[in-house]
């Protein structure tokens, strides 16, 4: 076997995505790298603290790629390929590649969208240039805030000097960068967050994810802000304020909000993530990962051991699956199209008087054959659905 360091070293510029994989028709492919040095006190997706990923985790991926082949969703070639966690950006320039054969083993279309997820720090030139010689083109950069007061307050390791050079690295390969930033977290103020911003708008990035910070019952952040150890959370309403406020910034960056937290120029939005929302194929891979082919949503079982003994039995469905119904499908359309700029078709409500009601009120507005969420609207998209449901 060659040296695989070696084979990093080589590299090659990561591709830029063209035409041929962005075709709807195409499903997309997620593996889940359930690995993290340090858990985030505010976080509720599935990780294990360190990285240690049993002997048999890399042909457990690929083997439940070439199962799920069998089906006809995802007998193709997959269109976009996201790798999430977790913190992929810890995997060593060996495992790099034994992912890469995994993921080669999918097909993968020409030109497809490849995304990886980092955490700050992570990444030197030799594992970009790893990354980049099995295909990733796009790196998704967990910045969450440039303040070492923010950082601090969500319990993040990296500096905002890790954030600026991991993503000068990423650029410097032709990577196209996208950076996630949280706002209302603890002691935050506006200005804070017209700070992260505009350093992240600085750096170059073409897509932003910008999250209000969401703090799970039981979590670490709960217990430690109920006991003073934290500033106290800006108000419900600075948080709203702060929202609108970061739509009208980026806006006039040249950014487009095209899904409630996540903004983008002019074609750097991610081909991946749209196909959740816009309720299309995709196959999930790893312990906890979701999946839907079209008409049935499964989820792997949320624990590395059990997905481990489940793989070889065929199908790691072990957590949950459903089919849904046109009633389901109907209301998953309305609750997913109200988040995006694509809006919904008006035939999804049943009952048109709220909808005129929400639109007098500027929650949502009318477009040729379609009823969007206005920027307020954003702000209570998943609550807007259920009224419209």
Request: proline letters at 7%; a negative charge; charged letters at 25%.
């Amino acid at each position: 076997m060659p040296d695989p360091s070696s084979q990093a070293r080589r590299g090659q510029r990561a591709p830029t995505t063209d035409d041929t994989a962005n075709d709807p028709a195409l499903p997309g492919l997620y593996a889940h790298i359930p690995f993290c040095e340090r858990l985030c006190p505010y976080c509720d997706f599935y990780s294990e603290k360190g990285y240690d990923p049993p002997r048999g985790f890399f042909p457990a991926l690929a083997e439940e790629i070439l199962t799920h082949k069998r089906l006809s969703a995802f007998e193709g070639p997959f269109g976009s390929v996201y790798v999430g966690g977790g913190s992929p950006s810890l995997l060593p320039v060996e495992d790099i590649l034994s992912l890469g054969d995994a993921i080669k083993k999918a097909g993968i279309a020409p030109g497809a969208e490849f995304s990886v997820e980092a955490n700050p720090g992570d990444l030197d030139l030799e594992k970009l240039e790893c990354w980049a010689n099995i295909g990733a083109n796009r790196l998704s950069l967990g910045a969450q805030s440039f303040s070492a007061t923010g950082l601090a307050a969500l319990g993040r390791s990296h500096s905002p000097d890790d954030t600026k050079a991991t993503a000068r690295l990423a650029q410097g390969l032709g990577m196209r960068l996208g950076l996630d930033i949280i706002i209302g977290w603890p002691g935050e103020r506006r200005r804070d967050m017209l700070r992260d911003l505009g350093t992240a708008v600085g750096l170059g990035a073409g897509h932003l994810s910008v999250y209000i910070l969401t703090i799970p019952g039981g979590s670490r952040m709960e217990g430690v802000l109920e006991a003073g150890g934290l500033p106290p959370l800006p108000s419900e309403r600075a948080v709203a304020g702060m929202f609108l406020l970061a739509g009208e910034f980026l806006e006039a960056e040249g950014f487009h909000r095209y899904e409630v937290s996540n903004f983008a120029r002019p074609g750097e939005e991610c081909r991946h993530n749209r196909l959740y929302w816009d309720r299309l194929p995709y196959l999930g891979v790893g312990p906890s990962a979701h999946s839907f082919d079209g008409a049935c949503r499964w989820a792997n079982a949320p624990e590395l051991g059990e997905w481990l003994k489940a793989v070889p039995r065929g199908f790691a469905r072990a957590f949950f699956k459903e089919r849904l119904d046109e009633e389901a499908a109907r209301l998953e359309a309305l609750l997913l199209g109200l988040r995006t700029d694509r809006g919904i078709d008006p035939s999804l409500v049943r009952d048109s008087a709220k909808a005129e009601g929400f639109v007098r009120k500027g929650l949502l507005t009318r477009g040729k054959d379609r009823l969007f969420a206005t920027e307020r609207g954003f702000l209570c998209a998943d609550w807007l659905a259920w009224q419209l449901a």
